[in-house]
């Protein structure tokens, strides 16, 4: 595996469910990213791990609870969504957070249908 | 006013013609600018990035940065098929904000 993988590609679930998406870096960055992708939106950031530690929340509800345990993986934990919640979730990561240059990759991505 | 912004509207090009992307941001300390690439229904993927004023170029791809004009534009030349995708463009200073993007479709 190369890159920024993420599982699974597409999820579909209830408003009542609990389930996690799953995502693994191989570049040694040392941050990771999760954001959201609406139709007709900007990508909206939701979390920043830097070396594992969560450094922004932008205002994210509970129902959505990030988890890094080591600078290689990140899980985006679900449980009661809305149906508004439905959209791509991408994970990304980049080898820091604050030099102007640091490129972030991005993950294929997660499809969530909310039903 | 919107962080970063994007004209909405799809862009036609005949193919081997020239596609120019517009985006302007409102925070004047960002200190870099990126533009990705992002297929339908596929992931962004980084195309370049420019932190100085100027040109940069890479390939048949041109950024242009003003700062003093608060715009980055991209440039995509002897455009192709396979140059239809939205293009986003992204700011940062303390972090990264991105535009709506810009679709862009090249006709054989």
């Known amino acids: 595996e190369t890159g920024v993988t993420q599982t699974p590609r597409h999820l579909v679930m209830g408003m009542t469910n609990k389930k996690s998406l799953k995502c693994e870096q191989h570049?040694?960055?040392?941050?990771m990213y999760w954001y959201k992708q609406s139709a007709k939106k900007p990508l909206e950031l939701m979390f920043v791990y830097s070396l594992e530690e969560r450094v922004e929340n932008n205002s994210v509800p509970s129902r959505f609870s990030p988890e890094c345990p080591n600078s290689s993986h990140l899980f985006l934990h679900l449980h009661t969504l809305q149906p508004e919640d439905s959209a791509l979730y991408l994970c990304?990561?980049?080898?820091?957070?604050?030099?102007?240059?640091?490129?972030?990759?991005f993950g294929p991505g997660t499809r969530l249908t909310v039903l | 006013q919107k962080e970063v912004e994007q004209n909405s509207g799809p862009l036609s090009v005949p193919e081997g013609a020239i596609a120019s992307l517009n985006c302007t941001y409102s925070d004047r300390g960002s200190q870099s600018f990126f533009w990705y690439r992002q297929y339908s229904g596929k992931s962004p993927e980084l195309i370049m990035f420019?932190?100085?004023?100027g040109d940069k170029e890479d390939g048949r791809f041109t950024a242009q940065l003003n700062k003093a004009s608060q715009y980055v534009s991209l440039l995509i030349r002897d455009s192709q098929p396979s140059d239809s995708a939205t293009y986003l463009c992204?700011?940062?200073?303390?972090?990264?904000?991105f535009g709506k993007g810009n679709q862009v479709v090249v006709i054989p």
């Open positions: 990304a990561s980049s080898q820091g957070t604050g030099g102007p240059t640091d490129t972030q990759y």
């Open positions: 992204a700011v940062r200073r303390r972090r990264l904000a």
């Open positions: 420019i932190y100085s004023n």
């Open positions: 570049l040694g960055h040392n941050a």
